[in-house]
C-alpha cells in the first residue's frame, strides 16, 4: 500500500512552447547556411568565371603549384608552357589562380 502518492512536475501553463525546437533548428540552419554555404557558393562562382575566360598568354597557377604561360585553351583542356619548349596538358578546373604578367619570367 502506498501512502504518498508519486509527485509529478507540472509545468506552467504556456511556459514551454511546442515550436522552440522548431526555432531552434531553422535558427541553426540558418547561420550553417551564412557561415558556411553560402561563402563556399560564391568562392565557386569567382573560380567558375576564372576558369571560363583564359586565354592563350595568361599567366596561371594550378593546383598542384605548377606556373606557367597558357598557350592553347581548349574546352576541357588547357595546354600550359612551363619552360622553354615544355608543354603539359592539364584539365581546365584544375586552375586554381591567374597570376601578373611576368610572374613566369621572374620565378
Excluded: C
Excluded at 502506498?2 to 514551454?16: K, Y
Excluded at 540552419?29 to 568565371?49: D, N, S
Amino acid at each position: 500500500m502506498n501512502l504518498i502518492s508519486d509527485a509529478w512536475a507540472q509545468s506552467a501553463p504556456g511556459s514551454t512552447s511546442q515550436l522552440t525546437p522548431l526555432l531552434m533548428m531553422v535558427l541553426f540552419v540558418g547561420v550553417f547556411y551564412f557561415l558556411l554555404i553560402r561563402p563556399q557558393q560564391k568562392k565557386a562562382k569567382e573560380h567558375q568565371a576564372l576558369v571560363s575566360k583564359l586565354a592563350a598568354g595568361d599567366e596561371v597557377v594550378t593546383n598542384g603549384g605548377i606556373l606557367g604561360r597558357v598557350t592553347e585553351a581548349g574546352e576541357t583542356f588547357i595546354t600550359l608552357e612551363v619552360a622553354e619548349g615544355v608543354r603539359i596538358k592539364v584539365q581546365r578546373h584544375q586552375i586554381s589562380q591567374l597570376m601578373p604578367k611576368g610572374t613566369l619570367k621572374s620565378a
